[in-house]
């Protein structure tokens, strides 16, 4: 197995690559067009995609052109809502983009669906691309667009109820020191499998390197992964999950530990050592999306 590369953003406009004016809009490219090709390989034909915890709105626009026929956005941000729905909503006719304001953790997926002004069909593709940094309790409520609990996860449980009550397929992005063993065996718990990876090399952010002491016990309780090779400062991977229900073929918590373990031998941002990688027992894809590091990148 061989992982396929892209050296340049695909989904996202220069439009989307522009910075929001408002400090209170999360902006960090890398992880929004990770976020896209990961709903990118789960779109079919005529298919709507509910993404939970939708930001600026432009991940929910890119998929749109990507190919959904739908897009509906749910954000907790009022900010952040009211800036996606100046700068996104329906911006084409032919495939509308909405957005709502709503805590999707709260909601129960009917109460979710019904944030929709016009019905979302099936076949339904659920994506979230929560806050996903290892925090403590104290320091995880200070900074509310990255902290992602103890184990990076605390918003996945609710991710995978909504996807398995009303999705076909069901993407996530977290980082691969966000416990990616444990979020494979949630997944796989709730009948998903996972179908393909893609991985990004990314800079550790300024508040994770200020408070890295949760990062640095989940590493060296072998359930986090930091990429520590070659001349860059210490950096993670974005990992996106695409799954789908069912399927005999599945990637499981240990196979994509040893794929990050492999990738973070890597001396290039290319993860060169993936070319040798096997995963015998599981035929899914692998992509490195190989980006420059963005000038700006804005977390509240």
Not at 93 to 102: E, Q, S
Request: charged residues 20%; contains cysteine; aromatic residues 6%.
């Amino acid at each position: 197995m061989k992982p396929t590369r892209v050296t340049a953003y695909r989904h996202l406009t220069p439009h989307d690559l522009t910075p929001p004016s408002s400090s209170h809009v999360f902006f960090e490219p890398a992880d929004t067009e990770i976020g896209v090709w990961v709903a990118q390989d789960l779109i079919d034909e005529g298919c709507a995609v509910l993404d939970l915890g939708s930001g600026s709105g432009a991940a929910a626009a890119a998929m749109a052109r990507a190919g959904a026929a739908r897009v509906h956005g749910v954000d907790s941000g009022e900010h952040t809502v009211a800036w996606a729905r100046r700068h996104y909503a329906a911006y084409d006719g032919d495939r509308p983009v909405t957005f709502a304001l709503g805590d999707f953790t709260a909601l129960s997926p009917t109460e979710l669906l019904a944030t929709a002004p016009v019905p979302l069909r099936r076949p339904l593709v659920v994506t979230s691309n929560p806050p996903y940094v290892p925090l403590s309790p104290r320091v995880d409520a200070l900074r509310r667009s990255v902290g992602g609990g103890t184990d990076g996860l605390k918003l996945i449980p609710a991710v995978i109820r909504h996807g398995r009550a009303l999705g076909d397929g069901l993407g996530i992005t977290i980082g691969s020191y966000s416990s990616p063993r444990k979020a494979v065996d949630m997944l796989e718990s709730a009948g998903f499998t996972v179908h393909a990876v893609t991985l990004c090399p990314l800079p550790l952010g300024e508040f994770t390197r200020d408070h890295p002491d949760q990062m640095l016990l989940l590493e060296k309780q072998d359930e986090a992964v930091l990429w520590r090779s070659g001349p860059y400062p210490p950096a993670y991977f974005i990992v996106g999950l695409a799954c789908r229900k069912g399927g005999e073929d599945r990637l499981t918590g240990d196979g994509l530990m040893e794929l990050l373990r492999t990738a973070a031998r890597s001396r290039t941002t290319r993860l060169e050592t993936l070319d040798e990688a096997a995963l015998p027992h599981w035929p899914g894809l692998v992509r490195v999306v190989d980006l420059p590091t963005p000038a700006v990148r804005r977390h509240w």
